[in-house]
């Protein structure tokens, strides 16, 4: 099936094939340059929390590829009603299906949607992802995730371009300790589990490595196991879970068992403060070239020797969220 005007919520919508398909466009891209072939057409972003990277590479990729972009923050929109049959008598000023289905639909020919609620709120509201869920099917045209609770597919991308960059022959001989790392804050689990499936079904040998009570959603292990058998392995000892791996792709996320509960995540997290990738941990794996998809908390998440050493990925694997969104975009509009 061809992925011209399909939308990408997770890159479990994609084939492997699919998948090959957009990491062999951005690697053409990058040897040839991105050529303007959406002349006429038009991107929309519609950011309902930050962005540094997401956001320009969606417009550095769209306007590269002759396209025009638009990107509104959640202030330059007005609140989105999700309920079908909604007495609109709130705070919500317009039901997504007049913003996305009767508007944007109408007069873009994309639309990105980032947005994961707040990590206060309780996970079975949250993991439902629904206000991506709801643009999509109010849309005419294809959406992209550009992070929901659940899944980041344009940084999976990304990842899955720079481990290939490096890492040659059979997947299944190299081992990619996936690990969390403490941070002050709950942070979503998207990166994480978008990168422990694409890394599982591409066939490396994954380590996911973090502390007893940060498991991630049983239905996303369960997806992991299956992909990655016998291949995927768990650890809840750093040292354990970091010695002798060829890449440490370090990530914090929300406590599953307390997501929406800050005050007992903000307990059980404070426990593991040594949660660091630091050069004796990298010392320890071989050698340990080591990814964040950023931002990143130095001397929290990783130590600056880590971060700006010779075996870091991590300016790499940023920049190359725009060669893998322009894959997208072409592959999508052209
Ligand atoms: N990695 C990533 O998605 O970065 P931004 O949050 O800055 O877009």
Same mark, same amino acid.
């Given at each position: ?38 002349? @006429? ?127 040659? @022959? ?42 007893? @009570? ?14 990655? @058998? ?105």
């Amino acid at each position: 099936m061809s992925l011209r005007e399909r939308s990408i919520l997770s890159l479990q919508d994609l084939t492997l094939d699919e998948t090959e398909q957009l990491l062999t466009r951005a690697a053409g891209f990058r040897e040839d340059g991105i050529a303007p072939t959406l002349a @006429g057409r038009r991107v929309c972003g519609l950011f309902f929390n930050p962005s540094l990277r997401t956001r320009t590479s969606l417009e550095i990729a769209a306007r590269s590829l002759g396209a025009q972009s638009l990107c509104y923050d959640v202030g330059g929109m007005w609140p989105l009603e999700l309920e079908d049959g909604a007495v609109m008598d709130g705070d919500k000023i317009e039901h997504v299906r007049d913003a996305i289905g009767k508007f944007l639909s109408g007069v873009v020919d994309l639309i990105g949607v980032r947005s994961f609620p707040d990590l206060g709120r309780p996970y079975a509201e949250a993991g439902a992802d629904a206000l991506v869920q709801a643009v999509e099917e109010a849309a005419e045209v294809p959406v992209l995730n550009l992070e929901s609770t659940l899944f980041h597919p344009m940084q999976g991308l990304a990842d899955l371009f720079t481990l290939r960059n490096h890492l040659e @022959g059979d997947p299944s001989d190299h081992t990619i300790a996936l690990t969390w790392a403490y941070h002050p804050k709950p942070l979503p689990m998207a990166v994480t589990n978008t990168a422990l499936l694409a890394f599982c079904r591409a066939g490396y040998r994954v380590r996911l490595v973090h502390p007893s @009570g940060f498991d991630l959603d049983p239905d996303v292990m369960a997806c992991a196991q299956e992909l990655g @058998g016998d291949r995927l392995s768990r650890h809840t000892d750093m040292d354990e879970g970091l010695r002798g791996a060829r890449v440490i792709y370090a990530k914090s996320w929300a406590s599953h068992a307390s997501y929406g509960n800050l005050e007992e995540d903000a307990r059980q997290r404070a426990l593991h403060k040594d949660w660091i990738v630091n050069e004796e941990r990298q010392a320890a794996a071989d050698p340990g070239a080591f990814m964040h998809c950023l931002p990143v908390r130095r001397n929290v998440v990783v130590s600056d020797s880590v971060l700006d050493g010779p075996h870091s990925w991590v300016a790499e694997q940023a920049r190359s969220r725009v060669l893998v969104q322009a894959a997208v975009l072409h592959e999508v509009l052209a």
